[in-house]
């Protein structure tokens, strides 16, 4: 029903940068929330950014003046600008949407991205 592709991962040495990417297709009436997780080596799951179709945002503690998420809902995306990239920020990163769908008006439900890898550096 609904696909989320994700893009922009790779490896950057400590204090770089990197933009992901994430865009949803399917039978999308709206998206409600996007947002990206983050999984390290040995660690839970837990949440980096969000941000609702409004336009309000939610950042960690860890990551915030550093990371900037942005979306653009006509088009269905979600972008994670990281700034200053420290060795702990290395993750599998994944994208999250909260979606509406078009025969299912009164509801939302969960979708995931398989995730990319975030490698920095020392």
């Known amino acids: 029903q609904v696909q989320l592709v994700e893009s922009g991962g790779g490896l950057v040495q400590a204090g770089g940068s990197l933009r992901l990417s994430c865009g949803a297709s399917g039978s999308i009436f709206r998206i409600n929330v996007m ?23 939610n950042y960690a503690d860890s990551v915030k003046g550093r990371f900037t998420i942005s979306r653009d809902n006509a088009k269905h995306m979600v972008h994670l600008q990281m700034n200053s990239l420290k060795p702990e920020d290395t993750a599998v990163y994944y994208c999250n949407a909260e979606v509406t769908l078009y025969a299912f008006r009164s509801s939302s439900f969960t979708y995931w991205g398989q995730g990319t890898q975030v490698t920095v550096s020392s």
């Open 35 to 57: 947002g990206w997780y983050r999984q390290a080596p040995g660690k839970q799951r837990e949440l980096v950014a969000s941000i609702i179709s409004g336009g309000s945002t």
